[in-house]
């Protein structure tokens, strides 16, 4: 999270690469209950909005890694962090 609040995409990518054997369902299951300790209010919605949307995803991409890590880049630059 810190690095999705300080915009740091090369510190988020390695951290995808080396968590990939992470289960999506669990990782988009963590990022949702845990969003208003990171995230401002306002944006949580669009969070929910997101997570929805990839934990969709995930069931049909071939690479995970890229499907996260393209999750979290959407996190990174449309939400404000507290």
Do not use: H
């Not at 845990?34 to 049909?60: G, H, R, T």
């Not at 991409?61 to 962090?81: H, P, R, W």
């Amino acid at each position: 999270m810190i690095a999705l609040k300080d915009k740091d995409f090369k510190t988020m990518r390695k951290w995808v690469a080396e968590n990939i054997d992470t289960d999506s369902t669990a990782l988009f299951r963590k990022l949702y209950d845990n969003a208003f300790e990171y995230i401002k209010p306002q944006s949580v919605p669009n969070l929910i909005l997101l997570i929805a949307d990839y934990q969709y995803k995930s069931a049909f991409v071939s690479d995970q890694e890229i499907n996260t890590a393209a999750c979290l880049t959407e996190m990174m630059v449309g939400l404000e962090y507290l």
